[in-house]
């Protein structure tokens, strides 16, 4: 198949089955109404991001966090005090999204608020003794919930799909 040869072959064969697989266009040279859901980036991509969300919850049910908790809670016990935007940008959130995330975590004593020295109409955030000491419980869980999330690859595959991962964003 042209422009696959630079492709592991079992990503060749995938390819190959794929292209064999979708509907030729119709008059127009618009796609078919054979569209296949089930073999687009989006929908693989959902389906990936459920299953993994799954085996997280299973795994760090009793510590009640969800995955966005979660990675502020580590970012701010990895970085140490932040603002509430600069801690959206490092863990990829929007405003309305970290501000929700913040205010659940400091309802649950896991971060605080404390004025910024240098411009009081900012807050700045840090994890609390409770906070930093659940993040530290949890990262050899957050380790598993990883190799579980990625068991059905190889490492060798394990290591393609996260770089590939890693060019999309």
């Given at each position: 198949m042209a422009g696959t040869s630079g492709l592991p072959p079992r990503l060749q064969t995938l390819m190959a089955k794929r292209t064999a697989t979708e509907a030729p266009p119709d008059e127009t040279g618009q796609p078919h109404a054979a569209y296949a859901l089930e073999g687009q980036v989006g929908h693989l991509l959902r389906r990936a991001h459920q299953r993994h969300t799954g085996i997280f919850q299973e795994m760090v049910s009793e510590a009640q966090l969800t995955p966005m908790q979660f990675a502020a809670l580590v970012k701010l016990e990895q970085e140490g005090p932040l603002s509430q935007n600069h801690l959206?940008?490092?863990?990829?959130?929007?405003?309305?999204?970290?501000?929700?995330?913040?205010?659940?975590?400091?309802?649950?004593?896991?971060?605080?608020?404390?004025?910024?020295?240098?411009?009081?109409?900012?807050?700045?955030?840090?994890?609390?003794?409770?906070?930093?000491?659940?993040?530290?419980?949890?990262?050899?869980?957050?380790?598993?919930?990883?190799?579980r999330t990625l068991a059905p690859l190889s490492a060798t595959e394990q290591a393609q799909f996260l770089a590939l991962l890693k060019r999309l964003i």
């Amino acid at each position: 198949m042209a422009g696959t040869s630079g492709l592991p072959p079992r990503l060749q064969t995938l390819m190959a089955k794929r292209t064999a697989t979708e509907a030729p266009p119709d008059e127009t040279g618009q796609p078919h109404a054979a569209y296949a859901l089930e073999g687009q980036v989006g929908h693989l991509l959902r389906r990936a991001h459920q299953r993994h969300t799954g085996i997280f919850q299973e795994m760090v049910s009793e510590a009640q966090l969800t995955p966005m908790q979660f990675a502020a809670l580590v970012k701010l016990e990895q970085e140490g005090p932040l603002s509430q935007n600069h801690l959206g940008r490092l863990t990829a959130m929007d405003p309305a999204t970290i501000q929700g995330v913040i205010r659940r975590l400091e309802e649950r004593g896991l971060i605080d608020r404390l004025p910024d020295k240098e411009d009081r109409r900012r807050m700045i955030l840090r994890a609390s003794a409770a906070g930093s000491a659940l993040a530290r419980r949890l990262y050899s869980i957050a380790l598993q919930i990883s190799d579980r999330t990625l068991a059905p690859l190889s490492a060798t595959e394990q290591a393609q799909f996260l770089a590939l991962l890693k060019r999309l964003i």
